[in-house]
C-alpha cells in the first residue's frame, strides 16, 4: 500500500532533519575543537590578551584571589609596578597566575614585554577592598605638540644613554644620536620627541638577544628616524596606545617578535622602513579601527610574515612597497587574542608580492599558515586589493579565507580587482568557502587558474556573485595548512642566527633636516596615482604546481595532500553515488512520474550540486523505502564526517 502524499513529505522530512542535524553536530565539534580558550572573563579574572589585559582594573574585596589567564598569541607576564611580586618572566598562551590580595588599596601591575611600570602600554589594576577616590597614574600628563621646539639632546655628548636623554627631554626636542651601538632598551613616556640617528646603519640599539624591546613607546606624536634595532627579544620598534607615530629610514632585524610594531594606535606613518629576519611579522599594525595609518615605500623581507595586522583597519593603507622571501605574505587577519575584530577596510594596493614561500625564514605563530601564499584576506571584511604585481608564491597569489579562532571569522565584502598574478602553484586566485558573502574578483591579469575554478564567472564585482561555493577543495587545503602549523612545517630558522641585512638608504640631509614631530601625519593617498609595479629586474615567472582536480600532487605535504583529497573527491564520489540512484529510481517510475517530471528532476539534480539529488530524496516521492535513503544520503555524510574529524584530530588542525 502507498501511502498518503502527505504523511510521505512529512517523513521524508523528518528523515531529512536527522540527517541534518547529525550534520550540525559534527561540524560544531570541529568548529568548537579549533577555538581559543578565551571567552567572558570570570569573576576575579583577568585575561591578557595581545597586547592588553581585560579587564584592566578589576575591583576585588580583601582575601580574594586574582587569576591572569594569557589568552593572546604572544608571550606576556604580570610583574607587580613596584616589583613586591611577579609571575613567571614567559606566560604563553593558556598560562595562567593567580595572587591573593589581603590589604586594602590600589596595586598596578604591568607586562615587561608590551608595557611599563608607570602605567603605560599592556598594565592594569587591582583594586582590594573600599578604596575611596582612587586615582590611577598616568604615563605622561604632558600633550603633544605640533612643531620642533628648537631643542637638541646630544647623544652621548649631552646624556651617555638614549633612556638618560628621552627622560630629560621635553615635548617637541630632537634626541639626536652618533654613530655607535647602543645596549639597551628604551622606553618613551614623553610626547612629541623626534629620535634621530646619525647614520641609519651605523647608529644601533641592539639588545644583545637579552632585552625586550628596542623601542617601547607609551607616549603620542613621537617618531624614530635613521636607526637600526636589532636582538630584542620581542620587538624592535613598537608603539603602543597612541596617537600619531611615525617611523622613517628605520631598520629592524633579528627580532623576536615583531620588527616594526604599531599597536592599538591610530594616525601613523611607516615610510622607508626596513625589516628582516623577525620571528612574526617585518610589520605589523594591530588593534585599531579607523588606523588612520601608511605603511609606503618600505621593505619586508626573510621574516616570518611579511605584514600582519590582527583585528586593524579603517583609512588603513599598505601601498607601494616591496615583500619578498618571508615565509609568508601580507596577511591582515582577525582573532579573538586581541580586541575589536574582525580586521575590516584595508586597502592593498601598489605593491610587488614575490616569493613568499622561504620555509627557512625565522617563524612563530600564523606565518606558517600562510606559507607559499601571496596576499591572504584571512576573516576580513571590506577590504581593496588592488594594482599589485603578485608573482612566483608555493600555494595560492591572492586569497580570502575564513579564520577560525573562538569565533569562526569569515570574510567577506573584499574586492580584488586589476591585479597581476602569476607562477602561482595551485591558484592565482582563492577562495575558502563555503561561505562567501560579497567577495568579489574582477580584472586581474593572471594565467587563468582560480582555486576553486570560475571565480571570475561565479564571484563577480558587477554580475553574478554567489554567497556560498559547493567546492570545499580550498577550506580543505586550509585545514592541510593548518594541520602543518600544528606540527611546525615548515620548521623556519632561529632569530638569533639569521643572517643580518645589508646597508640601506639613510634619510636624505639627517643632519640639517627639520624635526618633525608625529602630529597629524596621515594623509590618506592618491588612490588614482598608485600604479602597478613592473617584474623587477632578474626575476623569471615560474611554472605552475601540477594539481589533479585541485589536489597538490608535485610537491605536496601529507597533511595538505590528504586532506585536500578527502575534501574534494569523496563527496563528488558520495554525490555521485546519489546521482546514479536518484536516476535509477526515475527509470524504474517513468510512467508513473511522466516527462514533464523526470525532466524537472532531472534538470534540479544536474544543475543544483548535492542539494538537487537530497531534494529529490525528500520531495520527490522516491518508492526507495526512507530507511534506506536515510542510510544511502545519511550514512554516507557520516561516515565522511566520522573520518574527516579523525584526520583533523590525528593532524592536529584542531
Known amino acids: 500500500m502507498v501511502p498518503a502524499v502527505g504523511a510521505h513529505v512529512t517523513g521524508q522530512k523528518r528523515t531529512f532533519f536527522y540527517l541534518f542535524g547529525a550534520l550540525v553536530v559534527s561540524v560544531v565539534v570541529v568548529a568548537c575543537g579549533g577555538g581559543s580558550d578565551a571567552g567572558e572573563p570570570g569573576q576575579n579574572q583577568v585575561f591578557g590578551y595581545d597586547d592588553a589585559f581585560f579587564e584592566d582594573i578589576i575591583e576585588v574585596q580583601p582575601g580574594d584571589e586574582v587569576e591572569w589567564l594569557m589568552v593572546g598569541d604572544n608571550p606576556h607576564n604580570v610583574f607587580a609596578s613596584d616589583g613586591s611580586w611577579e609571575s613567571d618572566l614567559t606566560m604563553e598562551r593558556g598560562a595562567r597566575y593567580t595572587r591573593t590580595f589581603d590589604q586594602q588599596g590600589v596595586y598596578s601591575y604591568f607586562c615587561t614585554f608590551h608595557g611599563d611600570a608607570e602605567g603605560g602600554g599592556m598594565a592594569g589594576y587591582v583594586v582590594v577592598g573600599d578604596v575611596p577616590d582612587y586615582d590611577l597614574p598616568t604615563p605622561d600628563a604632558s600633550e603633544a605638540v605640533p612643531e620642533w621646539s628648537g631643542r637638541t639632546i646630544l647623544v652621548p655628548s649631552d646624556q651617555p644613554t638614549i633612556q638618560d636623554a628621552v627622560d630629560v627631554a621635553e615635548p617637541g626636542d630632537l634626541v639626536s644620536i652618533a654613530s655607535g651601538t647602543y645596549n639597551e632598551s628604551v622606553t618613551v613616556r614623553t610626547p612629541s620627541l623626534v629620535i634621530r640617528g646619525e647614520d641609519r646603519n651605523s647608529t644601533v640599539i641592539d639588545g644583545e638577544f637579552e632585552l625586550s624591546n628596542g623601542f617601547h613607546v607609551v607616549a603620542d606624536g613621537v617618531a624614530i628616524e635613521n636607526i637600526t634595532a636589532r636582538n630584542f627579544q620581542v620587538n624592535g620598534f613598537y608603539w603602543t596606545g597612541v596617537t600619531g607615530y611615525r617611523g622613517s629610514y628605520i631598520t629592524a632585524h633579528n627580532n623576536g617578535d615583531y620588527g616594526i610594531y604599531g599597536f592599538d594606535s591610530v594616525d601613523g606613518l611607516f615610510d622607508h622602513v626596513f625589516a628582516s629576519g623577525n620571528r612574526d611579522s617585518g610589520i605589523y599594525i594591530g588593534q585599531c579601527y579607523p588606523c588612520n595609518a601608511v605603511v609606503t615605500d618600505s621593505v619586508s623581507i626573510e621574516n616570518g610574515l611579511a605584514y600582519s595586522g590582527t583585528n586593524a583597519g579603517g583609512d588603513l593603507y599598505l601601498i607601494n612597497s616591496y615583500w619578498a622571501d618571508n615565509m609568508g605574505g601580507i596577511a591582515p587577519n582577525s582573532l579573538d587574542s586581541e580586541l575589536y575584530p574582525p580586521h ?195 626575476v623569471e615567472i615560474r611554472s605552475k604546481e601540477f594539481a589533479v582536480s585541485g589536489v597538490p600532487v608535485t610537491d605536496p605535504t601529507i597533511w595538505t595532500f590528504v586532506l585536500t583529497l578527502w575534501g574534494y573527491f569523496l563527496p563528488l564520489a558520495l554525490v555521485g553515488a546519489w546521482i546514479g540512484l536518484a536516476i535509477w529510481d526515475m527509470v524504474k517510475r517513468q510512467d508513473e512520474m511522466g516527462k514533464g517530471a523526470i525532466i524537472g528532476w532531472f ?52
Open 344 to 538: 575590516r577596510e584595508v586597502y592593498i594596493g601598489g605593491n610587488t608580492v614575490i616569493n613568499n614561500n622561504n620555509g627557512d625564514a625565522p617563524t612563530k605563530g600564523l606565518a606558517r599558515l600562510a606559507w607559499g601564499e601571496g596576499i591572504v584576506l584571512a576573516g576580513g571584511e571590506g577590504d581593496l586589493v588592488e594594482k599589485n604585481l603578485v608573482v612566483n608564491h608555493d600555494r595560492l597569489g591572492i586569497v580570502t579565507n575564513v579564520l577560525p579562532d573562538k569565533n569562526i571569522w569569515w570574510a567577506s565584502d573584499n574586492v580584488v580587482r586589476n591585479n597581476v598574478i602569476a607562477g602561482t602553484g595551485f591558484g592565482d586566485l582563492g577562495l575558502v568557502g563555503p561561505l562567501s558573502k560579497g567577495n568579489c574578483f574582477e580584472d586581474n591579469k593572471m594565467a587563468g587558474w582560480t582555486y576553486p575554478p570560475l571565480l571570475n564567472l561565479y564571484h563577480t564585482c558587477d554580475g553574478i556573485n554567489m554567497p556560498f561555493q559547493f567546492d570545499l577543495g580550498t577550506l580543505f587545503f586550509l585545514m592541510g595548512a593548518q594541520a602543518d602549523a600544528s606540527n611546525d612545517i615548515p620548521a623556519g630558522s632561529d632569530y638569533r642566527t639569521w643572517p643580518a641585512p645589508e646597508d640601506q638608504t639613510a634619510l636624505p640631509g639627517a643632519e640639517a633636516a627639520k624635526p618633525q614631530p608625529a602630529y597629524n601625519v596621515f594623509v590618506k593617498p592618491d588612490l588614482d596615482e598608485i600604479q602597478t609595479p613592473p617584474l623587477p629586474d632578474g
Open 603 to 654: 534538470a534540479a539534480i544536474l544543475l543544483i550540486p548535492i542539494l538537487g539529488v537530497i531534494l529529490y530524496f525528500i520531495f520527490g516521492k522516491s518508492t526507495i523505502p526512507g530507511w534506506l535513503r536515510g542510510v544511502v544520503v545519511g550514512g554516507g555524510i557520516a561516515a565522511y564526517l566520522v573520518v574527516l574529524v579523525a584526520m583533523l584530530l590525528v593532524s592536529g588542525a584542531v
